[in-house]
């Protein structure tokens, strides 16, 4: 039985406001990819998404190892992927594969790093705009070096990676769900400091983030993904493990109305309360339909960023206050008190704010770690 120990939402090919390779996508190289698992066992295999491609991509090669330094496998360990056993595949169009499984004992905490030959052009790149860690492009098929040297190129994003899977036999794993709070920003790169790593920290569970950087619940964007209420299923409910939804996200269909920065909608839609919460008792219907236990997290204080304004204010709290006080998830987690300034209770605090009053620190990622982990029996 395998369960989700690592994944990545799918987002289009899309340049938005961070540089990346997904819309020029990969022809004749190799592409390095490092993830940190959640969940250990002795076997994983890896899921590969081109969700939003209009034909077929070719790997012509595949492999996976435990990471050493930079784009390095570590000595030893690097084992050929092959897919209905073969070694090369077709993503499908809007589609997914499944490798084959492959003896690779891994433990929690542990990084893999997995490399993709292209041998024909893969045209635009389903991907994962923010990874807040480091992958790496080579010329040439390159899946079978253990060294980093041939990597010449860097980028912060996850291209076609959708999911890493081990053979631990547990149901118990945590899905957290939002926008770039939970994708991560804020955090050190590299340092897998978001709120998903220091919550597998406090845990024995698995802890999977389905965050995306700019997420909307109630309507989709050409950068930001598809809509809350529209992606559940494919980013959470079909993974094999999960038992556990946690809800973060609203933020953005709240603030994207108060500002001009970002590329989304010219202008916004400017939402109420009530159809806020009719999403989200849109989330919590569907994952109690699939036997999840659904908590909620009322939204972070966001006074003084670019979200904030006299309307912004007005419809998060109730939201917030909604999500305290209504009874309808299964728990409530109070983020935006546990994050909040005591001297200004609609500000973050300055010692949990990466700068822009929006996001919070690694120190930030910490506190919401250790304020839901209460929330969460351990299993094992």
């Not at 569970?205 to 965050?211: D, E």
């Not at 709290?317 to 200004?344: F, K, T």
Request: net charge negative; charged share 20%; with cysteine.
């Amino acid at each position: 039985m395998f369960t989700a120990a690592w994944i990545a939402s799918p987002q289009s090919p899309s340049e938005g406001f961070m540089p990346n390779w997904s819309r020029e996508g990969f022809w004749r190289q190799s592409l390095r990819q490092v993830v940190r698992l959640s969940a250990g066992g002795g076997r994983l295999r890896v899921r590969l998404s081109h969700a939003y491609g209009s034909s077929p991509v070719r790997v012509a090669g595949a492999s996976v190892g435990r990471t050493a330094a930079g784009a390095a496998v570590a000595p030893g360990s690097l084992t050929r992927l092959t897919f209905a056993g073969s070694g090369p595949a077709e993503i499908p169009a809007r589609g997914e594969i499944v490798s084959d499984e492959v003896p690779l004992p891994v433990g929690a905490g542990e990084s893999v790093t997995v490399t993709l030959y292209f041998d024909a052009a893969t045209g635009p790149a389903t991907f994962h705009a923010q990874a807040f860690a480091t992958g790496y492009r080579g010329q040439g098929d390159r899946s079978a070096d253990a060294g980093g040297a041939g990597f010449d190129a860097a980028s912060e994003s996850w291209y076609f990676l959708s999911a890493v899977e081990v053979d631990a036999d547990r149901t118990d794993a945590v899905a957290l769900f939002g926008d770039s709070v939970t994708d991560g920003f804020g955090s050190t790169p590299d340092a897998n400091r978001r709120w998903s790593d220091a919550l597998t920290a406090r845990t024995k569970r698995p802890v999977l983030n389905a965050g995306i950087g700019g997420n909307l619940l109630l309507n989709d964007s050409a950068w930001y993904g598809d809509r809350g209420v529209g992606r559940l299923r494919r980013d959470v409910l079909d993974r094999p493990g999960v038992d556990t939804l946690v809800v973060l996200l609203g933020l953005n269909d709240i603030g994207f109305s108060e500002t001009d920065e970002q590329p989304t909608y010219k202008p916004a839609p400017v939402l109420e309360a009530a159809e806020l919460i009719a999403g989200h008792r849109e989330l919590i219907r569907q994952g109690r339909a699939a036997g999840l236990r659904v908590l909620g997290c009322t939204l972070l204080p966001f006074a003084g960023s670019d979200h904030w304004g006299e309307h912004a204010a007005k419809v998060s709290h109730e939201l917030n206050e909604w999500i305290r006080c209504s009874g309808e998830y299964d728990a409530v987690v109070d983020l935006n008190r546990a994050l909040a300034d005591p001297a200004d209770p609609d500000r973050l605090h300055p010692s949990y704010d990466f700068g822009d009053h929006l996001h919070p620190n690694d120190a930030g990622y910490e506190v919401m770690a250790e304020v839901v982990s209460p929330h969460l029996q351990d299993t094992a």
